[in-house]
């Protein structure tokens, strides 16, 4: 009986593992390049709205350098939604012809 728990508890342990490997999410950076901003007022609403939004872990925003860059979990939020809340605060989220 002990030996059938023992298999029992192993099974259990290995197929958390294996799930935990296949869920876990990847946190990202993406630098995405705003115009629009003139002050510092904007780029505090823009980082405001960035960071309100779900899967965002970390966002700054220079409006010096026309810039957000945003730490991201890749498996709540993608790229294509951060730059749609960026241009919802009234900026314009420039798409990176380079490739990102």
Known sequence: MQRKQL???FIFTLVLALSAVGVSAATKTVKIRVEGMHCG???SSV???LKATEGVEEAEVSFEKGEAVVKYDDQKVTVEKLREVINKTGFKAVE???GE
Do not use: E, H, L, T
Request: proline share 0%; charged share 25%.
């Open 7 to 9: 298999i029992a508890a």
């Open 41 to 43: 007022g904007c780029a």
């Open 47 to 49: 980082a405001k709205a």
């Open 96 to 98: 990176d012809k380079s």
